[in-house]
């Protein structure tokens, strides 16, 4: 949790909360250039520790963070946190606008996976390793992993070498049932959306978020970056979820 410099200038009186909810092979350090860019603005932030565990147990507890949040709300998700805010933002009374970073924007009924192969030009799927793992039912599941050596070049283009080396090396895994497991609410049909497009990304095709944005009604807006965008261009990323925390005020 980041709490903002009470020197800081606030945009109004009813400046939001912007809480943050970051994607699969990330942790939420990965918002700390737009954490600081938020709060010199004047903003409380949140950044919520996505558990990457299943979609519908990631979106609860997302949805416990919003709960704990006085005041009006900027929800922001990047990557596969795009879907798990959808669903835990739905019908949340205090969350204002929705702002989704080279993120996913699925309809009731669709997984992640699903979209992720409906375009062509992603490349993020051959990079990544299968890791068997325990279930606490008994049965194996499978945790998803990018191999260190791929990280760069199919996430983090544009990121310098020796931060996207210290991002591989930390980097935390989502299962493949998060990725598989089909969206049961989209808060987007009932909150207005801002959706950035990174026009250089090979995790997920500009055209993939193109598509998503237009069909959400969402404000788009386009950036030259990698999927990391989050990491390499904090100052765009920021800025959008400012001129939603505008667009929005009460």
């Known amino acids: 949790m980041s709490t903002a410099n009470p ?6 009186s009813t400046t939001p909360t912007v809480v943050l909810v970051h994607g699969a092979f990330a942790d939420s350090s990965s918002w700390n250039g737009v954490i600081r860019d938020l ?11 996505n558990p990457l565990r299943g979609l519908h147990t990631d979106a609860a507890y997302v949805r416990s963070v ?15 946190g795009g879907s798990v805010m959808s669903e ?13 970073v080279a993120s996913f924007i699925l309809e009731p009924g669709e997984s992640t996976s699903q979209l992720a192969g409906q375009f062509p030009g992603a490349q993020l799927g051959a990079a990544l390793d299968a890791v068997p793992i325990p279930l606490p039912d008994g049965g194996t599941g499978t945790d998803l992993w990018i191999r260190q050596e791929e990280f760069r070049k199919v996430f983090a283009a544009d990121v310098p070498e020796e931060v996207a080396d210290l991002m591989a ?5 989502i299962t493949s049932a998060a990725l598989d497991e089909p969206a049961a609410a989209a808060a987007w049909t009932t909150i207005p ?3 950035l497009v990174t026009t250089d990304d090979l995790a997920i095709p500009a ?12 404000h788009t807006v386009e950036v030259t970056a990698s999927h990391a965008v989050t990491v390499s261009r904090p100052d765009a990323v ?7 925390a505008r667009a929005t005020a009460g």
């Open 7 to 12: 020197t800081a200038t606030t945009e109004s």
């Open 66 to 80: 919003l709960d704990g949040v006085a005041g009006p709300i900027v929800l922001a998700g990047h990557s596969y």
């Open 207 to 218: 055209a993939a978020m193109r598509f998503m944005g237009e069909r959400a009604g969402a």
């Open 169 to 173: 090396a930390t980097q935390r895994p």
């Open 193 to 195: 959306s801002w959706n």
């Open 39 to 49: 709060q010199d603005h004047g903003h409380r932030v949140v950044s919520a520790a």
């Open 238 to 244: 920021a800025e959008l979820i400012r001129e939603a």
């Open 88 to 100: 835990a933002a739905d019908g949340h009374p205090r969350v204002a606008a929705l702002v989704y």
